[in-house]
């Protein structure tokens, strides 16, 4: 009977070991250490958002459900209050304006680079490389220390706000078209120009087209990323009217905050996961013609 059981008891320590050594086993630790991560990220934002609509002032005790600091508390929702509503349009106002200058440029400067060789192009594309590296709140002392104390066209508020912004988001644009243009390669802009096609024809009816998934991830990139900044548009805001939104968090969390600020934080979160949304459609519709199917995780890796 014992030798029965040792011999139970080997096999099933071989089993163990075997399924230890098996490198095609599922991997348990690392999925348990990406769901820890998820939860310990996913939470606090869940708890926020739904603290949003408490019905009474308190962020930590559930006090029933209502959109008070939404709408309908006529001080001090996100719709009433003016110091909170002002936030989040400059916010909007900021983030578009950004894309709209950075973006363009963007694909300017990736065209440029992937075409001009050199060590002046070298040295730009270095440039691009290190403000990824370089901290924000560097580059926010100089801008402010640029335009203060120096002769420049450029104002403490919105103007310089848009500028310093524009200067640190810049690179993110360029590294993604500059990405996609590696993928592309240059015979499909050959072949048109072979056909006929003048360079800036051959640019934007065949090249502009095929950059577009790139253009459009490189857009939601920056419109997210520009939506929570905080020490750019700290450092050049000029008074209360170009506050936004992470700057009334900010000042306001350490006063006596109600749920009015997780309300204004969940509508900035709604309407980046909008702009993602919008963007991930566009990106499909443009590789609508080359049948693949993507999904919102291959847009999000082209940034």
């Given at each position: 009977?014992?030798?029965?059981?040792?011999?139970?008891?080997?096999?099933a320590q071989?089993?163990?070991?075997?399924?230890?050594?098996?490198?095609?086993?599922?991997?348990?630790?690392?999925?348990?250490?990406?769901?820890?991560?998820?939860?310990?990220?996913?939470?606090?934002?869940?708890?926020?958002?739904?603290?949003?609509?408490?019905?009474?002032?308190?962020?930590?005790?559930?006090?029933?459900?209502?959109?008070?600091?939404?709408?309908?508390?006529?001080?001090?929702?996100?719709?009433?209050d003016?110091?909170?509503?002002?936030?989040?349009?400059?916010?909007?106002?900021?983030?578009?304006?950004?894309?709209?200058?950075?973006?363009?440029?963007?694909?300017?400067?990736?065209?440029g680079?992937?075409?001009?060789?050199?060590?002046?192009?070298?040295?730009?594309?270095?440039?691009?490389?290190?403000?990824?590296?370089?901290?924000?709140?560097?580059?926010?002392?100089?801008?402010?220390?640029?335009?203060?104390?120096?002769?420049?066209?450029?104002?403490?508020?919105?103007?310089?706000?848009?500028?310093?912004?524009?200067?640190?988001?810049?690179?993110?644009?360029?590294?993604i078209?500059?990405?996609?243009?590696?993928t592309?390669?240059p015979?499909?802009?050959?072949?048109?120009?072979?056909?006929?096609?003048?360079?800036?024809?051959?640019?934007?009816?065949?090249?502009?087209?095929?950059?577009?998934p790139?253009?459009?991830?490189?857009?939601?990139?920056?419109?997210?990323d520009?939506?929570?900044?905080?020490?750019?548009?700290?450092?050049?805001?000029?008074?209360?009217?170009?506050?936004?939104?992470?700057?009334?968090?900010?000042?306001?969390?350490?006063?006596?905050?109600?749920p009015a600020?997780?309300?204004?934080?969940?509508?900035?979160?709604?309407?980046?996961?909008l702009?993602?949304?919008l963007?991930?459609?566009?990106?499909?519709?443009?590789?609508?013609?080359?049948?693949?199917?993507?999904s919102?995780?291959?847009?999000?890796?082209?940034?």
């Open positions: 009977m014992s030798a029965v059981v040792d011999v139970e008891s080997a096999v071989s089993v163990s070991r075997g399924r230890r050594s098996n490198p095609w086993r599922p991997p348990y630790f690392l999925a348990a250490v990406t769901l820890g991560y998820l939860i310990w990220s996913l939470v606090p934002v869940l708890i926020a958002i739904i603290f949003s609509f408490n019905a009474g002032r308190s962020r930590s005790v559930w006090q029933g459900f209502s959109l008070r600091w939404y709408v309908t508390d006529p001080n001090l929702s996100v719709v009433n003016p110091s909170l509503r002002n936030a989040v349009i400059h916010t909007v106002l900021l983030a578009f304006l950004t894309v709209i200058v950075a973006v363009p440029l963007g694909i300017g400067f990736a065209l680079l992937d075409r001009w060789r050199g060590r002046i192009p070298q040295g730009a594309n270095l440039m691009m490389i290190l403000a990824f590296v370089i901290p924000e709140i560097v580059l926010g002392v100089g801008l402010l220390f640029l335009v203060t104390n120096l002769a420049t066209p450029f104002t403490l508020g919105t103007v310089g706000q848009v500028v310093g912004l524009v200067t640190f988001q810049l690179s993110y644009p360029v590294v078209c500059r990405a996609r243009l590696l592309i390669g015979q499909y802009e050959q072949a048109a120009r072979d056909l006929g096609a003048s360079p800036l024809e051959a640019v934007r009816r065949v090249l502009l087209p095929m950059l577009a790139a253009i459009f991830a490189s857009a939601v990139l920056v419109f997210a520009v939506i929570d900044d905080f020490v750019i548009v700290r450092y050049l805001s000029s008074d209360a009217s170009t506050a936004t939104a992470a700057m009334r968090i900010y000042n306001t969390a350490r006063g006596a905050p109600t600020l997780n309300a204004m934080a969940t509508i900035m979160l709604l309407l980046s996961l702009v993602l949304v963007g991930w459609l566009a990106y499909r519709f443009f590789n609508r013609g080359s049948g693949e199917k993507t919102i995780s291959d847009f999000a890796n082209q940034g």
